[in-house]
Nanobody
Framework: QLQLVESGGGLVQPGGSLRLSCTVS????????LGWFRQAPGKEREGVSC????????SYANSVKGRFTISRDNAKNMVFLHMNDLKPEDTAVYYC?????????????WGRGTQVTVSS
């Protein structure tokens, strides 16, 4: 049973940056694809970015391409989301997820989320 814990959220002004981190409880996560999802108030949860277990494939939602970068450190059982040029529409709860069988399309494990608020 994997446990995922996100950190790094907060309040940031438009145009600012944040780095989200997710720590996973077990080294078996190295065999999982890891992803970031978000849910804004009144909206459905959406996929933001995904990185393969081998660290060689990434994907991004069109709305964040060129602004967000996903990375992982398998030695530390961690995944990161570097967010630049943040916009008010990026405001959401951000969730980390782990997917053993698919490229983040059906994660079996989720964190509890961290709030990101972009506002002046």
């Amino acid at each position: 049973q994997l446990q995922l814990v996100e950190s790094g959220g907060g309040l940031v002004q438009p145009g600012g940056s944040l780095r989200l981190s997710c720590t996973v409880s077990d080294s078996s996560v190295r065999g999982y694809a890891l992803g970031w999802f978000r849910q804004a108030p009144g909206k459905e949860r959406e996929g933001v970015s995904c990185i393969s277990s081998t660290n060689d494939t990434t994907s991004y939602a069109n709305s964040v391409k060129g602004r967000f970068t996903i990375s992982r450190d398998n030695a530390k059982n961690m995944v990161f989301l570097h967010m630049n040029d943040l916009k008010p529409e990026d405001t959401a709860v951000y969730y980390c997820a782990a997917d053993l069988f698919y490229f983040c399309s059906a994660p079996g494990y989720w964190g509890r989320g961290t709030q990101v608020t972009v506002s002046s």
